[in-house]
């Protein structure tokens, strides 16, 4: 049977992470470019003013902004058939609240849609990647605030009709869910209450009410950019992108399964049913009772909400936890979505849980309750690379990772998935999100770019490179 003939494999990217040129043709400030480098144990920080000769990865990244004709020819050669990348906020709208967007951010877009289409390959475009602009996060702590729904919306109208005819696939924002914890709320909605005491990143002073009425109104943004993308171009397919935190129950105690429940609606379903039917689902009341949350809506949100469900479903997918009742056990290191180690599985050297039958399980799953086209638009490896002395890398490791997944998910497709296709995450090395480093990489394509700032940016293909590229050009057949 295996993946259907339009299959779209390919990659994916953020622009904050790879772009580097951070105040480069206009861009202005977005919350990644005040975040400092960290690594796995100890995190990045939060620096609303830029200090003088701290290192900040976001400002240079890979500079995909000027290589990036280089880095899509290399995803050609691969046989990409898609690119899935994100628009730098900043780059359109540099403080977030201007009233026309900035030609040379629109132009540097034209050129990267450009160059994907002249090999083929199909844009998938995520508007707002963890790059939220740091203008709106003084001016109104960004998404707490219900003025943010038009600054992104302008922003959306500005995008969809410059790019209209040539691009095809939107996702609104990346990992919405990321923000019923506290890691999300700077990164993914641009939260930050106290703008004169930095932070680590890991221990923001977190308020669960603003997250999630942060939510909201983030809900209402991504249902009327749907609404308007369909109207600006019929042909548009607007996604969702939310994390899959595949967890089940530590034990069959009840208690467990009933712990799993609650964790899977909270991680799993409540951005996801809202956004794909248009609704929140019965459980909300007593989730955010329990949480203490209040949200403040207003009339016409009911029906907002109700007209912009998305068309298709997609999501990131790299590893599973488990769910106990039982206080006594410890959650596991780097498990940065709670819950507690499986011990049938094996874990990444960032303590990650590695888990390629979850993710048949979480397209079953997804497929079941939302009965839309799936793409997964995330999944990898996260793994220190070594380059031998004849120059190869031979990251056997990541490709085992990548073909366990790319086998479930064919068996998935069995099941009766309709899966749209795959992007892994990192095609290219590039900057971790959670711990501000270059060393995690994900790549089938090397940097050379270190975290003591060294480094001549040089692209390596990687044995994965050569294993992904027969992977593509046999749709999946030779793995
Ligand atoms: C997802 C994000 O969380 O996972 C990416 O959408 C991120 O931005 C990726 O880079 C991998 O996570 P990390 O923390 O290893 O970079």
Redesign the pocket.
């Known amino acids: 049977m295996g993946f259907r003939k339009d299959f779209l494999w390919g990659g994916?990217t953020?622009a904050?992470?790879c772009e580097g040129a951070w105040n480069v043709d206009g861009k202005g400030v977005s919350v990644s470019d005040i975040c400092t480098g960290g690594k796995f144990g100890q995190s990045k920080r939060i620096t609303p003013v830029l200090e003088e000769g701290t290192f900040y990865p976001s400002h240079e990244a890979i500079r995909h902004y000027e290589m990036f004709r280089e880095d899509i020819a290399l995803f050609a050669e691969m046989g990409f058939k898609c690119y899935r990348f994100s628009i730098n906020w900043t780059r359109i709208f540099p403080n977030g609240d201007e009233q026309e967007p900035n030609e040379a951010g629109l132009k540097h877009y034209d050129e990267v849609i450009d160059e994907c289409l002249k090999y083929g390959m199909e844009p998938v475009i995520t508007i707002s990647?963890?790059e939220v602009p740091f203008g709106l996060t003084k001016k109104c702590n960004a998404w707490t605030s219900r003025e943010m729904i038009g600054y992104y919306l302008n922003y959306c109208k500005a995008i969809f009709e410059r790019y209209k005819g040539k691009v095809k696939y939107w996702l609104t924002f990346?990992?919405i869910n990321?923000s019923v914890a506290p890691m999300g709320a700077l990164l993914n909605q641009g939260i930050l209450n106290d703008l004169e005491n930095p932070t680590e990143f890991m221990k923001q002073p977190d308020l669960t009410q603003q997250r999630f009425q942060g939510l909201h109104h983030m809900f209402l943004a991504s249902a009327q950019a749907v609404k308007m993308a369909h109207e600006i171009d019929p042909e548009y397919k607007v996604g969702n992108?939310m994390?899959y935190a595949a967890s089940y129950p530590l034990t069959c105690n009840p208690d467990d399964v009933l712990e799993a429940q609650k964790y899977n609606r909270l991680y799993n379903y409540y951005c996801t049913d809202v956004q794909a039917k248009g609704a929140y689902p019965a459980y909300a009341d007593k989730l955010l009772k329990d949480m203490g949350v209040v949200l403040e809506k207003q009339p016409e949100d009911d029906e907002i909400l109700k007209n912009g469900t998305v068309d298709f479903i997609t999501f990131?997918y790299?590893m599973s936890s488990c769910q106990t009742a039982d206080k006594s056990k410890e959650s596991g290191e780097g498990n940065?979505l709670g819950g507690v180690p499986n011990p049938y599985l094996e874990t990444s050297d960032?303590g990650?849980q590695i888990d390629p039958k979850g993710l048949r399980y979480a397209l079953n799953d997804l497929s079941d309750r939302y009965q839309l086209p799936l793409m997964v638009v995330?999944n990898?490896l996260?793994a220190k690379d070594v380059i031998e002395e004849d120059g190869s890398i031979n990251d056997d490791y990541r490709i085992d990772y990548l073909r366990q997944h790319i086998e479930q998910m064919e068996l998935a497709v069995e099941d009766g998935v309709d899966l749209m296709g795959y992007t892994p995450?990192?095609c290219i090395d590039?900057?971790?999100?959670?711990?501000g480093e270059y060393e995690?990489r994900?790549g089938m394509i090397y940097v050379r770019r270190y975290d003591d700032g060294t480094g001549d940016f040089a692209r390596l293909k990687k044995k994965s490179f050569y294993w992904y590229k027969k992977v593509i050009e046999t749709n999946g057949e030779i793995l």
């Open positions: 994916a953020a904050n992470q990647h963890y990346n990992e990321s992108m994390i990131s790299y940065i960032w990650w995330e990898g996260g995450w990192g590039l900057v971790s999100a959670s711990t995690k994900y």
